[in-house]
Antibody
């Protein structure tokens, strides 16, 4: 069974740091793009960042560029999101998702269950 | 303000058909495939439609997707109470070099 399990969320003060992890199983992790998507309380989905199979390409939404770093360890089947200089507006549930593709089309499937990050003093 | 525009809410009676629109631009929908996701209350999102109009094998054929120019639509026929959820469209944006989502549409089955 393809499965993604996020961890590392919690309560952090503004300006603090947090590292999220996503453990993948049931598929060949090293052959897929991977992505992080977040959802603020009562709000819609917002894509955060994604990373190529070998880590050579990374893309970020403008609001986190320079503060967040996406990375992966293919030997450990794990995806990470290092979040620095956290702000109240980063408060959200963070989901990791696999990015399958065909031709030039990617999509997100499956999604993990999410991990909650709260930035507050 | 989302890059892709969806109606905030739609409602329809059971067994009827509803459509949800998603409007974008040439840098996203106009040049890239559209995907749709369903988010049931309190749950993680789930893939519903990919590559504009393709259904994952586990998704009911009551769901269908289409795209024309810079707009896309999700149609749900034979509405059931369990279809009550939030629906999101998404596409890659060539100008932003990132994925963009619609603001989401809340479906209520009357």
């Amino acid at each position: 069974e393809v499965q993604l399990v996020e961890s590392g969320g919690g309560l952090v003060q503004p300006g603090g740091s947090l590292r999220l992890s996503c453990a993948a199983s049931g598929f060949t992790f090293s052959t897929y793009w991977m992505t992080w998507v977040r959802q603020a309380p009562g709000k819609g989905l917002e894509w955060v960042a994604n990373i190529k199979q070998d880590g050579s390409e990374k893309y970020y939404v403008d609001s986190v560029r320079g503060r967040f770093t996406i990375s992966r360890d293919n030997a450990k089947n794990s995806l990470y999101l290092q979040m620095n200089s956290l702000r109240a507006e980063d408060t959200a549930v963070y989901y990791c998702a696999r990015e399958p593709s065909v031709e030039d089309c990617n999509w997100f499937d499956p999604w993990g269950q999410g991990t909650r990050v709260t930035v507050s003093s | 303000q989302s890059v892709l525009t969806q109606p905030p809410s739609v409602s329809e009676a059971p067994r009827q058909r509803v459509t949800i629109s998603c409007s974008g631009s040439s840098s996203n929908i106009g040049n890239n495939a559209v995907n749709w996701y369903q988010q049931l209350p309190g749950k993680a999102p789930k893939l519903l439609i990919y590559y504009d109009d393709l259904l994952p094998s586990e998704v009911s054929d009551r769901f269908s997707g289409s795209k024309s120019g810079t707009s896309a639509s999700l149609a749900i026929s034979g509405l059931q109470s369990e279809d009550e959820a939030d629906y999101y469209c998404a596409a890659w944006d060539d100008s932003l070099n990132g994925w963009v989502f619609g603001g989401g549409t809340k479906l209520t089955v009357l």
